[in-house]
């Protein structure tokens, strides 16, 4: 079982980086989400898998770690807040800029070198 | 405690200027003495046992382990150091009061004078490394501020900008000395430090530390090739100058060479490397001193003349010559001072300073020529001043080393003509300025400054003149106790009389008032001569070489940071392929000896689930719509496989998370295009996808390694407490609201304050609606459908009953404050959704941001609760009480705290969604200009 969810979380990331290395602001936003749910379950696993065992007291025998669940649990939260201050970021710059690009700017050879001297 | 005095007393008169500002000039000047005044009169009460050569200690710890401390040190050297700079300094006090005008803001000039005071006397009085370095850069810092005191003359900035890039630049080799010294020696403190002269000589890192010292030393103390900042600095004040550039700044240098003179030097590297310095800048600086037409211009080089001398002297490395720097420091400071203050004198009464307009002043100003003709004969070593005294026994010296071995001999002949040209331009300024016919084309008539302008040139001039023909009286044992203290032992008979008889010495320095005479009078030939050469503007050469520096900077920076932010992701994801992946090549077996769970169908069909919706998220990410889908299926499948892996409080808050991700994400869609146009070549995802693929491997690598290594937490504490100390069975939401609770409290405040960033975003957004969807479709006139809302409507009330449930269960069950608040905040979304803000805001009207305040003052509060029961912030509190209905009832602190956590997540939810939602509506987030 392992192996199969350690393959899951290395795919998410791998589809997450590779999102996130897009040139617009949508599909990054997609691979961020992503990327969270990576890192979650990542963090989640670092308490090892536990089948039948919720850290209810008096319900099981073993419990599951419950550590990197709270943690988890407001990571998940707060990732919420990160991507939507994300998203908005991109629709007040698609406003500001009237493109969705990462850089603020259509990629163009030309102007690119104007700008940085 | 005393000691400690001497040096805040001048610390605090910084502010004394600055508060008597709106006095007038005289009382602010006077309050301004008074503090250096009272370190003066405390340092000459400790004078008799400084002068018997004790040495005086205040120590007060602060950080021992890092070696941090307040450390005051005086000894003789000190002692005399402090007694030149608190000394001249009232001096220069007295003189600024008269020299600076009505427009120029006494008060600052004066406060910058004391910080500068300060910094000088925390170099001379410390006893620990660090914090004399603390002070030499303090030096640096308020040195610029005081060269710069004009800021609006171009000169001034720009000398003040070369002065500290210089002096700043030494400090920092300074302090690579001094760390250096600290770890060979193992202390930073200065006895120590003194004491192990043959430990730090014998490591193998004593050249590069000496090296390192030396140009802390060389480039304060403008020695050559570092010496063209000085002249520069002229631009300063001339007080500034008199005070800086002859008797404290510049001496910082020399000074560091006489603290440090026990313990590094007398090897063969000291000599070589000072003393051929010093030589070099002795004659440099006397030959160009002589072709300046500027007054401050010929006393800078002439100043970086007599620094060259000292520190050739202290190159040396005979006790005798040691003795000599000493005795030189005294009278250099003492007859440079007073040239400067003439100097300025000259320039406020006839406003000018170039020698070629300013002519037979003596008409006009007598006693001050007077003054300035006694200080520069002393200048120029003429018997009965004392000048002549040091500059005889630096003549002995000369004679008496065997630096160079069989050419030894031209270090006095050498020294000869250095004093030659020292006695030209000695003349010059007295014949050129004094007398030689009439000024010409001067804007004002010269006359003689206001009496008391005169005071500090003539106490000083005086000074000149007794320890000229008393010096055993005056300063003998001034200048034992010093010479005690840099030699750190035995210092040699030495004879501080005028007449030493007919010998080498004397007729050197009658060779140079003759040779002197003879090159002045023939000055004409020699200017003409030195007219051909071309002229070195030290100024433009150094900005032309910093601009360079600066436009290779810009050029280095542009290459690294081109402004693509993939760029940057690129080059950070590959470093942490390279940084974390190593670490794993090293291991031999990734599987860490824990039995792996079986397998079984159900969780392999939701794995594969996952895995395609994934897949299709990034097959198809340019579709955004269908993206989207793709995606809420992977997190569905994640809370699902939370729920799989027991942890059923994470499964809630990941589905519910999902719901409002996904409606934020439609939102932004509405806002957004809809589809991305293709626009990475296929080399570039090719790129993009093998980075993708090995951050990866390297995280599911890293994730299988964790996954089946033994577990060791500190759960089991948690577990075994949760009940007993916090009152519940659900451990999970325990560990959230009591044993971590301050992190959750963190938590909720980010939480808040991205939902307040977001609003504030959102205001002023220029308006546009698309009227379309991405492929052209127009939206539906037809807003709200009415299945939607008729089922929105019964729905709230059960979706919050529900919520209320699960906060309350939370405690001991899944559930808690963060769930249930994703529920409500969920619940009431879809009322946005189904009815329209309108709707919505007629019949709840409520500011988002208020609540998410309230939310987190619940929270707060509750936490604060705990003081008033004298606990830590955040002790919780439990009982169990009977009720007659309910039963047997548990009430928790922890319940108040989570009901801040529900209250922040409603809100802040609430303000992200429902803002961008009313985005086009007449209710978007405007700015309101308060007043």
């Known amino acids: ?117 | 405690m005393t000691l400690l005095w001497i040096l805040l007393l001048p610390l605090l008169g910084t502010l004394v200027p600055l508060l008597t500002a709106k006095w007038n000039r005289s009382a602010c000047a006077l309050a301004t003495a008074l503090p250096p005044a009272f370190a003066l009169m405390l340092l000459m009460y400790h004078s008799p046992a400084l002068l018997a050569g004790e040495t005086l200690q205040f120590v007060r710890q602060w950080a021992p382990v890092l070696g941090l401390q307040l450390h005051i040190r005086i000894d003789g050297l000190a002692f005399l150091f402090a007694l030149l700079i608190l000394g001249i300094g009232l001096l220069i006090i007295l003189y600024a009061r008269y020299y600076l005008s009505e427009r120029d803001s006494m008060a600052r000039f004066y406060a910058y004078l004391m910080l500068f005071m300060t910094a000088m006397l925390g170099i001379v009085l410390s006893g620990n490394l660090l914090q004399l370095w603390l002070f030499w850069e303090l030096t640096s810092v308020s040195s610029f501020l005081l060269i710069s005191f004009w800021w609006h003359k171009s000169e001034a900035r720009r000398g003040a900008r070369m002065a500290l890039t210089v002096t700043g630049a030494g400090g920092l080799a300074l302090l690579a000395a001094f760390l250096l010294t600290g770890q060979i020696v193992g202390s930073y403190e200065l006895d120590l430090v003194l004491a192990s002269a043959e430990l730090i000589q014998q490591h193998s890192l004593y050249p590069l530390l000496l090296v390192l010292f030396l140009l802390g030393c060389f480039t304060k103390s403008a020695q050559f090739p570092f010496h063209f900042w000085l002249p520069n600095a002229m631009a300063a004040p001339t007080p500034v100058s008199a005070y800086l550039h002859s008797a404290t700044m510049v001496k910082a240098g020399i000074f560091l060479l006489a603290r440090f003179y026990p313990a590094l030097s007398g090897t063969e590297l000291w000599f070589v490397l000072v003393s051929v310095t010093g030589l070099a800048t002795l004659l440099i600086g006397a030959y160009l001193a002589l072709f300046k037409h500027d007054l401050k211009g010929l006393l800078a080089y002439s100043t970086i003349s007599h620094l060259g001398l000292i520190t050739l002297l202290f190159g040396m490395g005979t006790d005798l010559a040691a003795v000599a720097g000493v005795f030189h420091i005294i009278n250099h400071a003492t007859f440079k001072a007073s040239l400067f203050m003439a100097a300025g004198i000259i320039d406020h009464e006839s406003g000018s300073r170039d020698m070629r307009k300013l002519n037979g002043l003596w008409q006009f100003m007598p006693i001050t020529a007077t003054l300035a003709m006694v200080a520069a004969a002393a200048m120029a070593g003429v018997p009965l001043l004392n000048g002549f005294l040091s500059k005889e026994m630096f003549f002995a010296e000369t004679l008496h080393q065997h630096l160079l071995g069989s050419i030894s001999w031209v270090i006095p002949v050498l020294a000869t003509v250095a004093a030659v040209f020292s006695v030209a331009y000695s003349m010059r300024f007295i014949h050129d300025v004094f007398f030689n016919g009439q000024p010409k084309g001067l804007t004002k008539t010269p006359h003689e400054p206001p009496r008391y302008m005169r005071v500090p040139v003539e106490v000083l001039v005086a000074l000149c003149i007794l320890v000229g023909i008393f010096p055993g009286y005056l300063i003998g044992d001034l200048l034992h106790a010093a010479s005690l203290a840099v030699l750190a032992g035995e210092v040699p008979e030495y004879s501080l009389s005028i007449w030493h008889g007919l010998n080498l010495p004397l007729l050197m320095s009658v060779l140079a008032l003759a040779g002197g005479t003879l090159i002045y009078v023939n000055r004409k030939h020699l200017f003409d001569f030195q007219n051909t050469l071309p002229e070195m503007d030290a100024l433009n050469s150094f900005e032309r070489l910093v601009k360079q520096f600066a436009a290779r900077c810009v050029r280095l920076y542009g290459f690294i940071d081109n402004g693509s932010l993939q760029r940057y992701m690129t080059l950070v994801l590959l470093s942490f392929v390279i940084l974390a992946g190593t670490p794993l090549t090293n291991l031999a077996v990734l599987w860490g000896g824990r039995e792996e769970l079986p397998l079984d169908a159900v969780n392999v069909t939701g794995a594969l689930m996952l895995l395609i919706a994934a897949f299709a998220t990034v097959v198809w990410h340019r579709k955004r719509v269908v993206a989207l889908l793709m995606i809420s299926v992977v997190g569905l499948m994640v809370s699902i496989a939370f729920t799989r892996f027991s942890a059923p409080d994470l499964a809630l808050t990941q589905l519910s998370v999902e719901v409002v991700t996904i409606i934020l994400l439609m939102l932004a869609l509405f806002f957004l295009p809809h589809k991305t146009p293709k626009q990475s070549e296929a080399s570039r995802v090719v790129r993009d996808v093998s980075i993708a693929g090995m951050v990866g491997v390297v995280i599911g690598s890293l994730s299988y390694a964790l996954m089946t290594r033994p577990l060791s937490s500190i759960s089991d504490f948690f577990i075994a407490n949760a009940k007993t100390g916090g009152g519940g069975t659900n451990v999970v939401n325990v560990i959230l609201v009591d044993f971590r609770g301050f992190d959750t409290l963190g938590e909720i405040t980010v939480l808040g304050i991205a939902s307040l960033g977001i609003f504030k975003l959102l205001t002023r957004i220029p308006l546009f609606k698309p009227s379309s969807d991405g492929d052209g479709r127009p939206w539906a006139l037809e807003r709200h459908s009415l299945l939607l809302s008729t089922v929105s409507q019964s729905l709230l009330p059960l979706a919050v009953m529900v919520s209320i449930y699960i906060f309350f269960r939370g405690h001991n069950l899944p559930g808690g404050g963060f769930i249930a608040g994703l529920v409500t905040a969920v619940a009431i979304i879809l009322q946005y959704i189904a009815q329209g803000v309108d709707w919505v805001k007629a019949r709840m009207n409520v500011e988002y941001q208020r609540v998410v305040a309230v939310g987190l003052l619940i929270a707060l509060l509750t936490g604060a609760a705990s003081w008033l029961f004298n606990r830590p912030f955040l002790t919780s509190w439990f009982d169990y009480f009977d009720v007659p209905v309910l039963g047997k009832l548990e009430l928790a602190s922890a319940i108040a705290f989570d009901l801040g956590v529900y209250v922040t997540v409603v809100g802040s939810t609430l303000l992200i969604l429902a803002s961008l939602g009313k985005m086009t509506t007449s209710h978007r987030p405007v700015h309101k200009e308060t007043i």
Do not use: W
């Open chain 1, 1 to 117: 079982m392992e192996t199969l969810v350690a393959c899951c979380i290395g795919f998410l990331t791998a589809c997450g980086i590779f999102l996130m290395l897009r040139g617009r602001t949508f599909p990054v936003m997609l691979g961020l989400t992503m990327l969270s749910y990576a890192v979650n379950l990542f963090i989640f696993t670092s308490g090892r898998l536990t089948l039948r065992g919720a850290a209810v007291l008096g319900t099981s025998e073993h419990y599951a770690d419950p550590l990197p669940q709270a943690l988890v649990l407001t990571a998940i939260v707060i990732g919420f807040a990160m991507t939507a201050f994300l998203v908005i970021l991109a629709i007040r710059a698609r406003a500001d800029l009237g493109n969705d690009h990462v850089d603020g700017k259509l990629p163009d050879a030309d102007s690119f070198k104007k700008e940085s001297r």
